[in-house]
């Protein structure tokens, strides 16, 4: 049976515009890169979501390859969509991308033309979806001259395959070159996917002026360091979370003396302002005048409607950033 969504869905979230496009993302939006894949419970997934939309977090950010299995947070996406959230594709943006390893031999990861078409086929019948709102290259190729990545991105618009396009893990210069490359072309770049937390501050170099400069919405992935700017960690390693249960992306080496010390002041701070130290960190990133969204992961309910309730409690100070900065140092 169908979801019946919440009628106050648009009550507490804030949605901001995305560059100068006429699109606005909620100040949170919710990514299924990990916790959606194969081996978790389709349970808490789909309530996950169901209770994200319900808290007016209209936005889904996929991949071709989020899983693992790759491809299997896209079918989930697909099972969920059509038993609960059909009736409701046109208050959704969906996005996904290309870029990383999916398929065995040439034309399997990259920015050729011939893979990224391919993918967003692929994807578009994984998720049981005419269209994703956004499809994004996933990484620049060093190989692959850059007018062909972009022109595979603007015909997927072209082919009413995608609404928008947008462009992950590009540096500065690469970011300028694309978005060169998408006006001359007729189809605006819309949106940066970067990494950028409290920890990892490599967009402040660059990256987020020219967004500025040129329009472009950014949407900061991995806003909580992957659960490190949390209170995931405070006493330890427990059972069940990223840490525990892989170590590919973060590992208990992540949580050396240095980093606990500035997570605990981090937390104290929170504390202060009667928020916890993930809702700090999240509105921390939105007071960046040039970001339209966090793209936050989660692997319960609990932690979504936390990170969705920062939007209650945004205001920093100059004293308080300034206080926080000193934290970083
Ligand atoms: N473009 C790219 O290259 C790229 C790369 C990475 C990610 N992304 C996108 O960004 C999304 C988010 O990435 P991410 O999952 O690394 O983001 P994140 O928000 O930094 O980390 C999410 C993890 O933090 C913990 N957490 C979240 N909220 C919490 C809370 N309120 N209290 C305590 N712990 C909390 C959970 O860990 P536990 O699992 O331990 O509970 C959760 O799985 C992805 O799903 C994907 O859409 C894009």
């Known amino acids: 049976m169908a979801h019946f969504a919440s009628k106050t869905r648009y009550d507490q979230m804030k949605y901001k515009r995305c560059g ?34 319900d808290l007016g977090i209209t936005h889904f ?3 071709n390859n989020y899983g693992p299995s790759p491809g299997s947070a896209e079918s989930n996406l697909k099972s969920v969509m059509q038993s609960e ?11 996904t991308k290309a870029g990383y390893l999916m398929w065995d031999g040439p034309y399997g990861e990259w920015g050729s033309r011939k893979y990224l078409m391919a993918s967003l086929n692929q994807s578009l019948k994984r998720m049981g979806l005419d269209y994703v709102d956004i499809f994004y290259s996933h990484r620049p190729d060093p190989d692959t001259p850059l007018e062909e990545t972009m022109m595979a991105l603007h015909s997927a618009v072209q082919q009413g395959k995608a609404l928008y396009v947008g462009i992950s893990n590009y540096d500065a210069e690469q970011t300028t070159r694309a978005v060169d490359i998408l006006e001359q072309l007729g189809t605006p770049c819309l949106i940066h996917q970067p990494r950028y937390n409290m920890f990892d501050r490599w967009v402040e170099n660059g990256l987020l002026d020219v967004l500025e400069k040129r329009g472009v919405g950014c949407i900061p992935f991995s806003p909580l360091a992957q659960g490190l700017l949390t209170d995931r960690y405070l006493n330890g390693i427990p059972e ?8 590919i992306f973060l590992n208990k080496e992540n949580l050396d003396p240095d980093t606990m010390v500035k997570v605990k002041a981090l937390n104290q701070h929170a504390e202060q302002r009667g928020q916890t130290l993930a809702q700090l960190a999240l509105a921390w990133i939105l007071s960046r005048k040039q970001i339209t969204s966090v793209l936050i992961g989660a ?3 609990a932690q979504m409607e936390a990170n969705a309730a920062t939007v209650n409690n945004l205001d920093l100070s100059r004293d308080e950033l300034a206080y926080i900065e000193n934290i970083l140092v």
């Open 299 to 301: 692997s319960s309910v």
């Open 85 to 95: 959230l059909a009736p409701y594709r046109d208050e959704l943006i969906i996005s």
């Open 240 to 247: 069940g979370s990223r840490i525990a249960s892989e170590s």
């Open 61 to 63: 950010d996929l991949a």
């Open 20 to 53: 100068k496009s006429g699109l606005l993302l909620p100040a949170v939006s919710l990514g299924l890169w990990h916790n959606f894949g194969s081996k978790d419970d389709f349970q808490t997934m789909k309530e996950i979501l169901l209770r994200a939309f």
